[in-house]
């Protein structure tokens, strides 16, 4: 009797997931692909290419506005937001990229990061603009806010504010835990439920506290687990240093054409290579998605322009810092070690696992702590999004049952199969992009008019007024 609803079960979720396979091909197709890039594009020279500011974004993003409103520093804002990009897709994700698309992925997911760090900017910028402040002094803000108040899209405000909500529990606490058991798991035989229950109590301990702790983590684990993969990938291209110039051409070149290079790497062509590139930047960076504006807007920041630039770096170091130092790393590990079957590997953890272990000693290591730790700090960051949201939607009274869920479906992620569970994030963060980047077009005036407003008098140490923060019963 258990057998036969066991495999009623099996069955049904079986047709559930080719369903959703079949929405996600369409909403990940090259309409969405295009449309981001599009985007991207679009918002660049609307910015008057905003990304020639990255440096200063990087300066500002280690001071402070203390005399002004806010919940958390600029830093942990920025911190924050990285906790939730900076994840698993930064080093699994770029192995599926090559493994799909050949080494020519990583060129395209590079170039995504470049012309995204415009996109991020000008969703944090329309955060900041359009935040409110609630009853008790907490400020908020995100797309949902910029559709309600700024475009007066009451009910596109609602889809986002339940897609983000609805995405947290997969690519924010089951997906991330899943993953780390697996690593634990594997490497030191750990039982799953033993990591599950252990990071889901880790995490009561910050989100409990609210978005003041979790940015103080974030402030600390961040910098650590960025630095720790940084120079871990760093030693790893030295000991690879002959095949490092070989590696970039390779990537280049197998970006635009098919072909073959050593170590059994092939290109698949221009086409292939700019899906799977385009994909993982973006699924890696999350601009146009409209997540980390959420936390951008909690920022003590004098004026919007100066909160964007600070933002538009979480793109810079993700995807163009973090993931162009993951593809390097893959693609001169495997030209070096032509052991390496790439022909009959589609599973980019796999691919990155092999490669990594090429590497005498340490590349084991880096990985498995890389791992662990991009995605706890995903959790920690999507907790936030996620609570935003669930607050918008139905005020504070929903924040304490969303902690709990949350808090559960973490303990739970590494005892289930959650190709379903990815998958459905997977829909839901498509559609999450679609009602930010209607924000983010319709709205592109204001983000120019905003931009040419403050910019020069942020290079003159912000004499700018504080804007007017509204008050949350104004926007109902």
């Not at 940015?215 to 684990?221: D, N």
Request: with cysteine; glycine share 10%.
């Amino acid at each position: 009797m258990l057998d036969s609803i066991s495999a009623f079960f099996a069955v049904i979720v079986s047709g559930i997931q080719s369903v959703v396979t079949q929405i996600n091909d369409i909403l990940w197709g090259p309409p969405m692909l295009i449309l981001l890039c599009g985007t991207h594009l679009f918002l660049t020279f609307r910015t008057g290419f905003i990304q020639k500011k990255t440096f200063k974004g990087i300066k500002l993003s280690v001071s402070r506005d203390p005399d002004v409103e806010g919940d958390i520093s600029q830093f942990g804002a920025l911190t924050t937001a990285l906790a939730s990009t900076i994840g698993t897709g930064n080093i699994i994700g770029v192995g599926t990229a090559i493994a799909l698309g050949g080494p020519g992925a990583v060129f395209w997911c590079w170039l995504t990061g470049v012309f995204g760090i415009a996109t991020k900017y000008a969703e944090s910028l329309i955060a900041v603009k359009y935040r409110v402040k609630s009853k008790d002094g907490r400020m908020m803000g995100g797309a949902m806010y910029a559709l309600d108040r700024g475009l007066h899209l009451k009910w596109l405000a609602v889809l986002f504010a339940l897609f983000a909500a609805i995405a947290s529990f997969g690519i924010g606490s089951m997906v991330q835990s899943n993953a780390i058991a697996n690593v634990w798991k594997e490497n030191l035989d750990m039982p799953a439920w033993i990591v599950g229950v252990v990071c889901a109590a880790l995490t009561a301990l910050v989100i409990f506290g609210g978005v003041k702790v979790i940015a103080k983590v974030c402030e600390k684990l961040v910098p650590f687990m960025a630095i720790f993969y940084v120079l871990g990938c760093i030693i790893i291209l030295i000991y690879n240093c002959d095949y490092i110039i070989p590696a970039i051409q390779t990537i280049v070149t197998l970006a635009f054409k098919p072909g073959a290079a050593a170590g059994g790497l092939v290109g698949s062509g221009i086409m292939m290579a700019a899906r799977y590139g385009v994909a993982r930047g973006l699924f890696s960076n999350e601009s146009g998605m409209g997540s980390a504006p959420i936390v951008a807007a909690a920022a003590q920041t004098r004026n919007p322009v100066k909160q964007a630039l600070v933002s538009s770096t979480g793109t810079f170091w993700d995807t163009v810092v973090v993931c162009a130092m993951t593809g390097l790393v893959l693609v001169s590990s495997i030209m070096k070690n032509p052991n390496i079957d790439v022909a009959n590997i589609t599973d980019g953890s796999e691919l990155t696992s092999l490669a990594f272990a090429q590497i005498p000693f340490i590349g084991k290591f880096i990985l498995v702590v890389g791992i662990v730790s991009f995605a706890y700090s995903t959790i920690l960051g999507w907790a936030y999004y996620g609570e935003r949201c669930i607050e918008y939607l139905g005020g504070p009274k929903l924040l304490m049952p969303y902690r709990v869920l949350y808090i559960v479906s973490i303990a739970v992620a590494p005892l289930v199969t959650l190709q379903l569970v990815w998958d459905l994030a997977d829909t839901f963060n498509a559609l999450m992009a679609i009602p930010n980047i209607i924000a983010l077009l319709l709205l592109s005036g204001v983000i120019a008019k905003e931009t040419k407003k403050y910019i020069n008098d942020i290079e003159k140490k912000d004499t700018t007024p504080i804007p007017v923060v509204d008050e949350l019963e104004n926007i109902k």
